[in-house]
Structures are given as C-alpha cells and as structure tokens.
C-alpha cells in the first residue's frame, strides 16, 4: 500500500503545478508485485511485474493504473566478497490515463518498451543496482500540438536486504 504522504499541492506564481511533477499524488494506492527466477548454474531469467491500482486524492484527481513487467537474462559470478550478476533483457510498462472527476486528462497514460543493460553487485546485506533503459517502441496518449517522448533512462538503486532467523529458528521456545 502507498501512503499519500509527499506534497501534491506545490504551485508555481499561484498555479498548480502539473500533477506529473509533484512530489507526491495524495492518494491511498495499492500495490501487487510478484518476482520469479530460474537459474541453471550461472545463467539465469528474472521476471518481474507491479501492477499499481490508484484511487482519487482530496482534488477529485486519479492517477491511472499502472502496470510493468521486465524480463532479463543474468549471468552469476562471484568473487571473493561479493557477487555480481551482469543482466541484458526488456521493460515494458503501460498506464491508465488520468482523471479529474469524469473528466479524462490528455497527455497522460500510454505504453512503452524499452531495452535493458544493467548489472546488480551483492556486498553482505547490500546491492547496489545499475541499469541503462533504452526505448525501442512508446505510444503515449498525447494530443496533436504536444509530442510525448522518452530518453533514456539510468536508473542507481541501494537495497538493504534484512535477514530473519531461520524458519527453524523461529518455532524454538
């Protein structure tokens, strides 16, 4: 679940600021993930999808529901230390357009499909995450005065992995 907890009423010289740019949406959102990979000693397949169902903030604004998967072939090397995991695959991600009452809104939602290259490196309870997202096909809802586009993207992520105790451990008095 997401909580409506960043600012979604900045303005700029008394206007509102496109909703796209706010820090956040001011609406309770739902979130459904699911993650599986198979691997054959070093190689492997990671899919991955979210799906993001929004519901209306305070202004009577949604944001429409977004889905995405990926799909990226890895290889497994270790090293003394830490482990690194080189990956090449694809990113596809499609969004609702939004609303402002019954209203829909133009120049929101529409699909794309990107390209992925990236690599993962594990560090004890760390991974530190470098991907390169390079558009191959995109149709964003736009009108005829407004052209819609994707550059590519770079994305740097930092995860801290928490560990439990054993499941064994856990029934132990």
């Known amino acids: ?3 409506p907890l960043g600012n979604d009423e900045k303005t700029d010289k008394g206007t509102l600021i496109n909703r796209n740019f706010q820090l956040g949406t001011g609406s309770f959102d739902f979130l459904l993930s699911s993650i599986y990979t198979i691997r054959r000693d070093k190689i492997g397949l990671n899919i991955e999808s979210t799906y993001k169902i929004n519901t209306e903030n ?3 604004y949604r ?13 497994w090397f270790e090293t003394p230390g ?6 090449l695959g694809m990113y596809y991600e499609n969004a609702a357009r939004h609303t402002e009452g019954k209203v829909t809104q133009i120049n929101t939602g ?3 499909l990107f390209a992925s290259l990236g690599t993962q490196l594990y560090y004890r309870n760390f991974t530190l995450g470098l991907t390169l997202q390079q558009p191959l096909r995109q149709d964003y809802y736009s009108e005829e005065t407004v052209e819609i586009e994707s550059k590519s ?7 801290y992995n928490f560990s439990l105790k054993r ?3 856990l029934f132990k008095l």
């Open 167 to 169: 499941k064994d451990d």
């Open 1 to 3: 679940m997401k909580f």
């Open 153 to 159: 993207r770079f994305m740097v992520t930092l995860i």
């Open 58 to 60: 305070k202004q009577d």
């Open 63 to 75: 944001f429409g529901n977004q889905f995405n998967v990926s799909g990226n072939f890895f290889y």
């Open 82 to 87: 830490f482990t690194v995991l080189p990956f």
């Open 110 to 112: 529409g699909t794309a």
